[in-house]
């Protein structure tokens, strides 16, 4: 079935280091890709998606590439802040029949530090 | 604009009893899916509605239930409520659920069952 694997975190890295958090997937067909985010108390927000091969999604600094090759879609900041202490989590979203769902992956925290 | 807002926030129920869950959706959503994040996991897909049918139903059993509301809201009920069932319970609305639309986020009811 479909699933989303991300690397274990958590990871911690000091303020204006590069951010790679690495997200694969496995699903048939061609599904839309996306990063969520949840800060520390706060609901998921949608970080950035894309919804086909070699799209490019971006938003506050953080970019992905959809790249069906390698079946991935890892997040990339070049310079994190200490405002982007949160978790992290990759999901893809198919429509299987008549099922239309988000797929998670078991997200990454991240932690920077000043 | 208001965004996906949820009720209670916080629940404190003992073993057995239920629970009735609501969700509002961001206005001009018609599409509102479940999802139960146990702490420390990603969320998981419990259902998707959308015009008032259920499109989607992930692997929880049938002491689990929903409905839509002709105005687009939504109602998670829980029966024979269980230990296992405290999480946070988040509702996201998209515009008709398709694959590649980004779900946006209530900051979710926290159940906890003693």
């Known amino acids: 079935g479909d699933s989303v694997t991300q690397m274990e975190g958590p990871v911690t890295l000091s303020e204006e280091a590069f951010l790679t958090i690495n997200c694969t997937y496995t699903a048939t067909g061609y599904p839309s890709l996306f990063w969520y985010v949840q800060y520390p108390g706060e609901g998921l927000q949608l970080l950035l998606k894309?919804?086909?091969a070699d799209d490019k999604g971006s938003n506050k600094g953080f970019e992905a590439t959809y790249r069906k090759e390698t079946t991935s879609f890892h997040l990339e900041k070049g310079s994190v802040q200490v405002s982007d202490s949160a978790v992290y989590f990759c999901?893809?979203?198919?429509?299987?029949?008549?099922?239309?769902?988000?797929?998670w992956g078991l997200g990454t925290s991240l932690a920077v530090n000043p | 604009d208001a965004g996906v807002t949820q009720s209670p926030t916080h629940l404190i129920k003992t073993r057995g009893q239920h629970v009735t869950l609501r969700c509002s959706p961001i206005s001009g959503h018609k599409s509102v899916s479940w999802y139960q994040q146990v702490l420390g996991q990603g969320p998981q897909f419990i259902f998707q509605?959308?015009?008032?049918?259920?499109?989607g139903r992930g692997n929880f059993p049938d002491r689990f239930s929903a409905r839509q509301f002709p105005n687009y809201s939504s109602e998670l009920n829980v029966n024979a409520l269980l230990l296992g069932d405290s999480a946070l319970y988040l509702c996201a609305s998209s515009l008709t659920g398709g694959s590649g639309q980004p779900q946006h986020f209530g900051d979710g009811t926290r159940l906890s069952i003693l």
């Open positions: 894309a919804t086909k």
């Open positions: 509605y959308y015009e008032k049918e259920e499109r």
């Open positions: 999901a893809l979203s198919r429509v299987a029949g008549n099922n239309r769902k988000l797929i």
